[in-house]
């Protein structure tokens, strides 16, 4: 569905067989470590209108998060959160929406 209405989605996620399964389906996708500064210089976000990120790390999450705003602040931008206070602070720092897995 996602792909039917955003023709440019790319998904991070720090898991390979999540990457091969996303890169068999043809679905724009990154792997690697938000703490490693070169990975996040190497997103190309300008196209974009929407990132979806999986990773679960809150600390990662901002810092991913105020790159991706910085790069293209139109950007739809969909995080993970582990607790309900996590969620609230990328709410507050610009996520445009936080999955909370263990709620769902």
Do not use: W
């Amino acid at each position: 569905m996602l792909r039917k209405n955003y023709k440019k989605i790319l998904v991070v996620d720090e898991h390979p067989g999540v990457i091969t399964h996303l890169q068999k389906n043809k679905i724009d996708c990154m792997y690697g470590d938000i703490s490693d500064i070169d990975f996040l210089e190497e997103l190309n976000v300008n196209t974009s209108k929407m990132v979806i990120s999986t990773i679960k790390n809150f600390d990662e999450n901002i810092i991913l998060l105020r790159m991706l705003k910085e790069k293209n602040h139109n950007l739809i931008i969909v995080l993970v959160a582990n607790q309900i206070h996590e969620a609230i602070q990328l709410y507050e720092q610009g996520a445009d929406y936080v999955i909370l897995p263990h709620y769902i």
